[in-house]
């Protein structure tokens, strides 16, 4: 039965059979905020996390306006990938078998036969789903006319700049029509994006949530000490018992060497990296869902790239150089209210990192492995404010046999004194810091 914080939005019947099926109970903040304005065909500019519920939170409504009987297509959805044009796809095809007429939905990716899309494409699917290369072809085949459709939605705009789609996404909006509706979600908003919105997103309903939706993530930070991170890295695996985790690295060579590694010590490990084949990512993507795998090891772009349900334990081997992968790495678990771990494997050398993700709100517990479990060790921070504390000591008593005390006490001396202590102070302090640099470094 449909709840009455849906029934509110007055979709269409079939549109609420598919939420019904789908199990949904309410909206997520960010469904909540963007179902009104998409129907009522108001530009949107959405930030929301991975997790938080967004792709539905666009496929809905666009289903429940949607005229069957017009034979043209309204609406092109594009996501960066492939897998995540298929994920959408897959969600689009489910609500489409809830409506008595036929709803038709083509997807349009790369490494497909661009001939065969041409013919696709001539039976006019009321939706377009795919990667933004593809579509822009089809419009130059003319075969797709840009300019009658109603919405375009740009999902993962931070995504699309980083793989450079950005100018072929330029030149599809520059075929739409004025009145055309834009919809664009992404989990952050670069300064990048700023030129694209305000030329064809105009009037937009600003909206951001945060993911108070989903289910609480602990955030766990592991030192290294002795251990290399493969050894620690298997320590961890002895440990946990996951439903489902995913281990990310920052380079392709490291992924691979983990998973060698791991598949070594006896473990059910899968992989994902953007070197694999279409044909191979789609095998792996199947193998992961039907759970044949306990771990699976993957690099960043697969943090964005696909949708896996169930993982419980998410594990940085490192710490990516772009700290918003490593929000999209922790958004993979604690979804749809459940609860998730995020373990993290860092080192001296990840400092800077590490206080850049607390200015963000990252409360990290610190623990290490000890009898073959996970035992609480003192705060990081608390060690280094003991270290500059006892610096500090030693350096007043320092300076203050240096500057020893004239018998005779000339005018204005407390300040030139003072002025003194403060030159020298600053002085021992950068000295001190360049040794506590150098010793990081060698760590």
């Known amino acids: 039965m449909l709840s009455k914080s849906f029934e509110q939005f007055k979709f269409e019947k079939f549109v609420n059979d598919a939420v019904v099926d789908l199990g949904f109970k309410n909206p997520t903040k960010i469904q909540e905020r963007v179902f009104s304005p998409v129907l009522k065909y108001k530009n ?3 930030k929301s996390q991975t997790g938080s519920g967004k ?11 949607l005229n069957v009987e ?17 994920q959408l796809f897959d969600m689009a095809v489910h609500i489409a078998k809830f409506s008595k007429q036929e709803i038709k939905i083509s997807l349009f990716i790369g490494g497909q036969d661009l001939n065969r899309d041409i013919d696709r494409v001539s039976n006019a699917p009321h939706i377009i789903i795919g990667t933004p290369t593809r579509i822009l072809e089809l419009d130059r085949a ?4 840009i300019k009658e459709v109603e919405t375009i939605v740009v999902d993962e705009c931070d995504m699309m700049i980083d793989l450079g789609f950005m100018p072929d996404i330029d030149k599809i909006a520059t075929r739409a029509a004025k009145n055309c509706q834009f919809l664009v979600f992404s989990a952050t908003i670069p300064n990048q994006m700023s030129h694209f919105l305000k030329k064809y997103v105009k009037n937009a309903q600003y909206i951001e949530v945060d993911n108070a939706n989903n289910g609480k993530i602990d955030y766990i930070l592991l030192p290294i000490k002795s251990s290399s991170r493969l050894e620690k890295l298997y320590e961890i695996t002895t440990i946990i018992n996951p439903y489902l985790a995913i281990i990310f690295a920052n380079k392709k060579t490291e992924v691979e060497e983990i998973s060698s590694y791991l598949i070594s010590r006896g473990l059910n490990v899968g992989v994902l990296h953007g070197d694999l084949t279409p044909r191979e990512r789609k095998q792996m993507q199947k193998r992961i869902n039907n759970l044949d795998f306990t771990y699976v090891v993957a690099s960043d772009l697969m943090s964005r790239g696909i949708d896996i349900e169930g993982v419980s334990h998410i594990v940085n081997y490192n710490i ?25 494997i860092y080192s001296n050398k990840d400092e800077d990192k590490l206080q850049e993700l607390e200015q963000r709100g990252i409360v990290f517990e610190h623990k290490d492995i000890k009898d073959e479990e ?21 350096l007043t008593n320092k300076l203050k046999s240096k500057l020893k005390s004239s018998k005779k006490v000339k005018p204005g001396y407390k300040k030139k004194h003072k002025y003194k202590m403060d030159k020298l102070k600053q002085k021992e302090r950068r000295k001190f810091a360049k040794r506590q640099n150098r010793m990081n470094r060698g760590k």
């Open 320 to 344: 990516p150089n772009d700290l918003d992968f490593f929000i999209h790495r922790a958004g993979r678990t604690g979804r749809a209210g459940l609860s998730g771990e995020c373990i993290t």
């Open 55 to 65: 792709s539905h939170s666009f496929l809905l409504p666009i289903f429940s306006k």
């Open 142 to 145: 003319s075969v797709l006319s």
């Open 374 to 394: 996970f035992v609480e060790i003192k705060d990081r921070n608390k060690r280094q404010n003991r270290q500059k504390v006892v610096a500090d000591h030693n």
């Open 44 to 46: 949107v500019v959405a």
């Open 70 to 86: 017009n034979k043209k297509t309204q609406s092109i959805i594009m996501a960066p990938t492939r897998e995540l044009s298929r």
